[in-house]
């Protein structure tokens, strides 16, 4: 779906005409015509506001065009209800919801992450401890968080 599109289909899901979440957001009725249309898009801030408004991340108002992965476990965020939330309510793309609530980190350090991952994962292969721990240290070691 195109960011028109899911657009039009929020403000509808939610019973609100143009002019209705024009009000609540602060900007002309044609915006939201022309954000409707194709003809432009929102801009940042107010991609922020939508966002907010509808309960939803940028991403999914964009439509989904980047595969996110949460930056902590790398673990894919293929659903908003898995994606963190800062202090504020606002959506944190970078990071699940396990890795990062509230402003804080649940993980204080690799080493903690990588103790849960070894005791926790699936080992279809039923590989050693010490190779798992390597293996997942390497993967965890290219993510934002931990580099």
């Excluded at 939201?32 to 249309?37: A, G, H, I, N």
């Excluded at 990071?95 to 903690?112: H, I, L, N, P, V």
């Amino acid at each position: 779906m195109e960011t028109r599109d899911i657009l039009k289909t929020l403000r509808e899901k939610n019973n609100l005409t143009q002019e209705q979440l024009a009000e609540r957001l602060l900007v002309t009725r044609q915006a939201v015509s022309r954000w409707e249309t194709g003809e432009t898009q929102p801009n940042t801030d107010t991609l922020k506001l939508l966002s907010q408004f509808f309960d939803v991340s940028i991403n999914t108002l964009l439509g989904s065009p980047r595969q996110l992965v949460c930056q902590c476990c790398g673990m894919p965020l293929n659903e908003d209800g898995w994606m963190s939330r800062e202090p504020d309510g606002s959506y944190n793309e970078d990071y699940c919801k396990w890795c990062y609530t509230d402003g804080r980190f649940a993980y204080q350090s690799k080493e903690s992450l990588l103790n849960y991952l070894v005791k926790n994962m699936p080992n279809p292969n039923n590989a050693d401890e010490g190779t798992r721990r390597i293996q997942f240290d390497a993967y965890l070691s290219q993510l934002k968080h931990w580099k």
